[in-house]
């Protein structure tokens, strides 16, 4: 099995085959969640300073603070396991 990496932006990438969930940072669970990661020294905050907009929660139980938002991750993942949809403006032939 090859390691898919996904870019966060400011040259971090992140091996997304190992995310668990990607989350919007807005809820109160959330915030729980990055607290409850920062007291046990599993955040990795690669927002280079921005406001966080998505958390991508990794097998390992780190928590990884992004500043590109969940549905950005998300098309990222998509255009790199279905590139025939991304040449085809989101429709796949005979559809």
């Known amino acids: 099995m090859f390691t898919e ?3 966060l932006g400011f040259n971090n990438m992140v091996a997304i085959n190992k995310a668990v ?3 919007s940072p807005n ?4 915030k729980r969640l990055i607290q409850e990661g920062k007291s046990k020294g599993l955040v990795i905050d690669v927002t280079n300073g921005r406001r966080t907009k998505a958390i991508v929660v990794m097998d390992s139980g780190n928590i990884i603070l992004a500043a590109i938002t969940p549905e950005t ?12 949809l991304r040449e085809h403006g989101g429709e796949r032939e005979g559809e």
Do not use: Q
């Not at 991750?73 to 025939?84: D, H, K």
């Open 73 to 84: 991750i998300a098309s990222r993942v998509l255009a790199t396991r279905r590139p025939e």
């Open 5 to 7: 990496l996904i870019h």
């Open 21 to 23: 969930a990607v989350i």
């Open 27 to 30: 809820s109160a669970p959330a």
